[in-house]
């Protein structure tokens, strides 16, 4: 009597009547002006790129071109106003910087020098057997050690030996000592040079750690707790080593490494402190949020391929990253050749057209980086929707993954082209403002920094709730096949009904896989403070680590990703399905036993309105 009751009660609600969400029954192409724009939008890009090589930006790049406007391995025409423009460089296809600086001119060599050059002489000796040039093209060689100007037209001695890259035709050295020398005149932030000398150093001899722990990051967690006293325990152990007979340098690097040890350990237990706090005054909501990460972790089981979907987008984003820079450097070779009156030399000006060339293709780089990942999040979705809404999981598409790439390139790119372009309205003005926000550092007032750091703020929080909404509005397309605006609206009702859950699940599950993303940088970097602790080599720990740190965070935070999506995409499919399924006959939940164990019996536990109790009801019922 009582299911009989509560089937005619929700029957008859007016909310009930018809039903709006038809998962996985119909699919049609969605938002597809929005493709057509995306499209021509390409096409601009590419004419981009085809205008720059056809206006010998191209041949500069990848030839080299000289200080004076001549481009390397070809005859050149003559540059009014320039006089060592026009010079015949058929037989120079390299290009070398007379200098150690950034500001150092540049030269077409037919030859590399292989060998270390010290003096004047064999500057002048290396020019007659090779036809080659190192000194400015107005210096004879006979005159290399004798010239007033040597010391600003001839390069710095010694030369060193360097070699010409395959494709490109740089001569780069072939001593690891000169890129160290080199990346000293980046390095601002310090005065004493010995201390960028023994961090390089550092770097060059754990190398080899460097690398294997940035293969332990991939798959690592540790103990904090654990960690932490052994870091106390290095931190003594280290000090007792540290030995005032030993060598001034062995000595001074002994202490930075005392030093870091100690930070590290005080940070360690700090953290420790907060997180054994926070689960201790979270403990109830963290094992509800657990609960839900279960569930992902059995659409993990089911969808494998769900886990190499960051490769995929990496290796995408790094394709289309590596075309962007290149296109961008033929843009900045394709302006017009000007002279500096400073230094003389020649420089390649973009202005006119050239500029918003550069701006559209700036706006590319946002739209499509962003619609990239907005793939991503259509594929996880997908994916996630057809694990989620087919009842009998053996009746699934073999590979559930491919047939939701599938799908999206039949039916929903103009979709996820026009949630990257409102993403992209709002990247570029914040990018915008930070720019001037960094250019006026230092000269606008107290009330102007605060509005623009406020805006900033601003943009920046509207970028993250819009990046969420996204990702609802995905999921619900993938579901009903709506185009975006309702997908969106739909969405985002449906998680307003549900604000409270929302934001618990959120809140404590953003915790939850921050935690995941500490675990296993702590572990990277535990792993490291053993492995360089017993190196016999000192080195200064601080950059490895940091560099070491850097990639497992990058790594963790990739994939886990991927699995807060899992989430929002099942929580979204279950409220979808807890509102529009009382699970009578005909409207039956697609929910799988644990998920309605934990969700539905936590339902039951605070249910307050009449429908919710009459769905605790059915669900009693039906155990």
């Given amino acids: 009597r009582e299911f009989v009751c509560v089937t005619s009660t929700m029957s008859t609600s007016p909310l009930q009547k018809t039903r709006e969400w038809k998962p996985l029954e119909q699919r049609k192409c969605t938002d597809i002006p929005w493709l057509l724009l995306f499209i021509l939008f390409n096409v601009g890009m590419l004419c981009i790129c085809g205008f720059a090589i056809a206006t010998g930006a191209a041949s500069r790049l990848i030839s080299g071109y000289d200080s004076y406007g001549n481009t390397c391995g070809q005859k050149n025409a003559k540059i009014p106003g320039i006089e060592l423009s026009g010079r015949d460089h058929a037989s120079r296809k390299c290009v070398r910087m007379s200098g150690n600086t950034i500001k150092s001119v540049a030269l077409c060599v037919s030859k590399c020098p292989d060998t270390e050059l010290k003096t004047y002489e064999d500057l002048r000796n290396f020019s007659a057997v090779y036809g080659s040039d190192l000194c400015s093209y107005d210096v004879q060689p006979d005159t290399y050690s004798t010239h007033s100007n040597r010391a600003t037209k001839c390069p710095t001695l010694p030369v060193h030996p360097s070699a010409s890259l395959p494709v490109f035709h740089r001569c780069m050295p072939v001593d690891i000592s000169c890129y160290a020398r080199f990346a000293e005149a980046f390095i601002t932030f310090v005065s004493d040079n010995s201390v960028v000398h023994r961090v ?41 080593s540290v030995n005032a007979t030993l060598p001034a ?25 907060i997180l054994l706090l926070l689960l201790f005054f979270m403990r109830k909501r963290v094992a509800l949020t657990v609960a839900l990460f279960h569930v992902a972790s059995k659409v993990f089981t089911h969808l494998p391929l769900l886990a190499l979907q960051p490769f995929w987008t990496f290796l ?10 290149t296109v961008l450097l033929f843009l900045g070779s394709a302006g017009s050749p000007v002279q500096n009156n400073q230094t003389g030399l020649v420089e390649f000006r973009m202005d006119g057209p050239l500029q918003y060339m550069v701006w559209y293709h700036a706006v590319g780089l946002i739209w499509i980086s962003e619609f990239i990942l907005a793939c991503q999040q259509m594929t996880v979705a997908g994916a996630v929707v057809t694990y989620y809404f087919t009842r009998d ?16 390139m039949r039916y929903h790119l103009g979709t996820v082209v026009k949630g990257a372009f409102i993403i992209t309205l709002v990247e570029i003005p914040r990018l915008i403002l930070t720019y001037i926000h960094s250019q006026l550092k230092g000269r606008e007032n107290a009330c102007a920094r605060c509005m623009l750091k406020a805006c900033i703020c601003c943009l920046w929080c509207l970028e993250k709730c819009l990046t969420y909404l996204n990702t609802n509005a995905y999921t619900a397309t993938a579901i009903n096949s709506t185009n975006f605006c309702t997908s969106a609206r739909d969405a985002f009702f449906i998680l307003v009904e549900n604000a409270l859950r929302v934001a618990a699940i959120n809140s404590v599950g953003d915790f939850v896989l921050f935690l995941g993303k500490v675990l296993i940088v702590s572990c990277t970097a535990f792993a490291g403070i053993l492995s360089l602790n017993y190196q016999r080599e000192y080195t200064v720990w601080v950059l490895p680590l940091i560099i070491v740190c850097v990639f497992s965070f990058l790594v963790a935070h990739c994939f886990l990703s991927i699995f807060e ?59």
């Fill in 200 to 240: 390089i150093a550092g770097v060059m001899t754990s190398k080899e750690i460097i690398m294997g722990l940035c293969l332990l990051a991939l798959g690592s967690a540790v103990f904090v707790a654990g960690g932490t006293g052994i870091l106390w325990w290095l931190y003594v152990d280290h000090s007792k």
């Fill in 249 to 273: 340098l062995e000595l001074e690097v002994a202490k930075d490494n005392q030093k870091a040890l100690l930070i590290y350990a005080i940070a360690a237990t700090v953290f420790t402190v």
């Fill in 316 to 325: 995408t984003l790094m394709l289309f990253w590596v075309y962007w820079i």
């Fill in 393 to 408: 999981k053996s009746q699934m598409p073999f590979t559930p993954i491919v047939s939701s790439v599938l799908r999206l």
């Fill in 565 to 623: 999506i899992v989430v929002d995409v099942l929580f979204l499919c279950f409220a979808i399905d807890t509102k529009y399924n009382d699970g009578s006959p005909g409207r039956e939940y697609y929910m799988d036993k644990a998920l309605m164990d934990v969700k539905t019996s936590n339902l039951c536990n605070t249910a307050s309105i009449t429908r919710e109790q009459d769905i605790c009801r059915h669900y009693r019922y039906a155990r």
